[in-house]
């Protein structure tokens, strides 16, 4: 198992009482967002909401309503595929106000050095590339079983 990562990231609330906050992982690394901590530091008492991808219903993972402070210790994980987004919104937050978000996630990712790149792709093992500027893979990252 991997140790946890955390990280944090702030925005000051718009005129309109709307902040968000963005988390990408990279292209060869999936996240398990295990806690989102939301903290502002405003009078009134915003929503906040934890997306991944784009800021729509579909893709709305937890929320919390009306609290300066919150946290949500996931029971199953928010699951943030690499080269996708991981965004907090809050709204109905004090203009001016900072708003805050702490993460913690697990880290997962299979990376196959390049000098067994050949022996793989000899293999006839359905991968995904990842190709370096010249054109040329520099690792290869497996896809995962569905659990």
């Known amino acids: 198992m991997t140790t946890p990562i955390h990280d944090n990231a702030q925005a000051t609330a718009d005129a309109t009482g709307r902040a968000f906050v963005t988390f990408y992982p990279s292209f060869d690394e999936d996240w398990y967002v295990e806690r989102i901590t939301v903290v502002n530091d405003g009078v009134l008492t915003p929503d906040a909401f934890a997306y991944v991808g784009s800021i729509s219903a579909a893709n709305l993972k937890d929320f919390s309503d009306g609290l300066l402070t919150n946290i949500a210790d996931e029971a199953s994980p928010i699951y943030v595929p690499g080269?996708?987004?991981?965004?907090?919104?809050?709204?109905?937050?004090?203009?001016?106000?900072?708003?805050?978000?702490?993460?913690?996630?697990?880290?997962?990712?299979?990376?196959?050095?390049?000098?067994?790149?050949?022996?793989?792709?000899?293999?006839?093992?359905?991968?995904?590339?990842?190709?370096?500027?010249?054109?040329?893979?520099?690792?290869?990252?497996?896809?995962r079983a569905k659990r």
């Open 83 to 143: 080269g996708s987004v991981l965004v907090v919104l809050w709204t109905g937050a004090t203009v001016g106000s900072i708003c805050t978000a702490n993460i913690q996630y697990r880290p997962e990712s299979l990376v196959i050095p390049q000098a067994a790149l050949g022996e793989l792709l000899a293999s006839g093992v359905g991968v995904d590339g990842m190709l370096r500027e010249d054109g040329f893979p520099n690792q290869i990252r497996m896809p």
